[in-house]
């Protein structure tokens, strides 16, 4: 297929990457930094019509990548450049960026769509985003789309590859990934002021988030891997990301930095189903009435709803923070369960919780019996039918009716988030109670506004 420019225009173009990494090194979002700065600097850019893009797509498929996430970048290139010569240098730029992170290019998706994306390139997005995606899918999509170009081939990559170009958000969030000299390449302990690290998200002026788990006391914003980045700073506003540069003060050097726009803490990924929709695999959440609750050994709390479909069973594990909340449930309340759909070795499907929503407790009662007309004490029976008679005084009566109370209950209706040491990239975290911001592109006024060389 030939591309050309439009006659005194530049070319729009997109292009996704994923499975750019390995067990070894490597990370996709740092090839993508990589083929920027290479285009940027040999000139290839016009002008940006987007911050570069970080989705994260399906946490429960198996097979993914270490984060599951697809990476894009969408811009206009100069007149000058020819399409084949655009492909040609993004394609040499992946191959050896993967080779030297020692690995398998054949896994890897590159995908370069010339024009303005497909809509039907949103529906890869969403399905790749909540479900399983088959590549005969994904080929049958792709036959229907002018102008996409899949240079490495179709591989198991061209679905994130493709999901990333075709995400196009109305709510976001946004990440400042900081990448590591190549002299520390491989090097699983980072340099990091920690006490820095810490006070961050206590600033409101930075807007940002989960940079540091105070309820565990760690530093979820830096890696522990041998990938190439330093550490990841979420936030709400991209232009005041930048500001953080300053503040944390870096105790290594670094070979550059770049923000993303993504699709992190939005919850995207959960759209309602039925129980009978939830299949393994398949991402949602499910509004029904519980009618069992066990807590496990070990802490883990495992619950069936009926949501009127069917039934389903449910686990929330400890590790989200969200079982003291899980074990206080009764039969008869009215819950929905978001998260990610897994089969046991029953081969039931589950679904694994990421978050909660009390729409209605049920009542509890105590039933009592009734307290003596003549001296207070509680009455007992007096035997069936016979009544009840006082232990104390000895008065006797059959007339009286047990005394009914409403117990209180620990919980109340509302939303349970994860804390930010459990949340998975999607879910919204504990301390941002918001499903992300409006997402609005203000073109920068020069480069080094979202990107550092």
């Known amino acids: 297929m030939k591309v050309r420019h439009s006659k005194g225009n530049s070319l729009k173009v997109a292009i996704g990457i994923d499975s750019a990494d390995s067990l070894y090194g490597g990370c996709t979002t740092h090839a993508l930094y990589r083929i920027f700065k290479r285009l940027y600097v040999k000139g290839f850019i016009d002008r940006l019509l987007d911050y570069p893009l970080l989705i994260r797509l399906n946490p429960a498929v198996p097979g993914k990548t270490r984060g599951n996430g697809a990476v894009a970048l969408k811009l206009e290139v100069s007149e000058n450049v020819a399409p084949d010569l655009l492909i040609e240098e993004v394609t040499d730029e992946v191959t050896s960026y993967v080779s030297r992170a020692l690995g398998d290019v054949s896994k890897v998706g590159v995908a370069i769509v010339f024009g303005d994306p497909d809509n039907i390139l949103y529906d890869i997005y969403l399905k790749a985003l909540t479900d399983f995606v088959h590549l005969d899918y994904v080929k049958a999509v792709i036959d229907r789309v002018k102008g996409v170009m899949l240079p490495l081939g179709l591989s198991r990559g061209c679905v994130g590859a493709l999901a990333a170009i075709g995400w196009r958000g109305t709510r976001c969030t946004y990440e400042l990934l900081v990448y590591r000299h190549p002299l520390n390449a491989g090097k ?206 000895g008065f006797r009566s059959s007339n009286l009716t047990p005394e009914t109370r409403i117990l209180p209950r620990e919980l109340s209706p509302g939303v349970y988030l994860p804390s930010c040491g459990s949340a998975k990239h999607l879910s919204i975290p504990e301390q941002l109670p918001i499903a992300g911001v409006d997402c609005v592109f203000r073109e920068p006024r020069h480069v080094s506004d979202f990107y550092g060389l």
Request: with cysteine; net charge positive; glycine share 10%.
């Open 188 to 393: 699983t302990e980072r340099s990091v002021d920690v006490e820095r690290l810490r006070s961050l998200d206590l600033i409101p002026e930075y807007t940002t988030f989960c940079s540091y788990d105070h309820e565990n006391e760690r530093d979820v914003s830096v890696p522990k891997g041998p990938d190439p980045i330093l550490l990841g700073i979420r936030g709400l506003d991209p232009e005041k990301l930048v500001g953080t540069l300053s503040y944390l003060r870096f105790k290594e050097p670094i070979e550059g930095w770049i923000i993303f726009k993504t699709n992190q803490a939005t919850g995207d990924h959960m759209i309602p189903r039925a129980s009978v929709e939830l299949k393994p695999f398949r991402t949602g959440c499910v509004a029904g009435r519980v009618e069992e609750v066990s807590v496990m050994v070990g802490g883990d709390v495992l619950l069936s709803v009926d949501d009127g479909y069917g039934r389903l069973r449910v686990v929330v594990f400890k590790e989200t923070g969200l079982t003291r909340y899980a074990s206080l449930l009764r039969r008869g309340d009215v819950v929905r369960f978001c998260g990610v759909v897994k089969a046991w070795s029953s081969l039931e499907p589950v679904l694994h919780v990421e978050y909660i929503e009390i729409l209605d407790l049920a009542t509890s009662y105590l039933r009592m019996n009734p307290k003596c007309p003549k001296c207070g004490k509680r009455m007992k029976s007096a035997g069936k039918g016979k009544g009840y008679k006082c232990p104390s005084c």
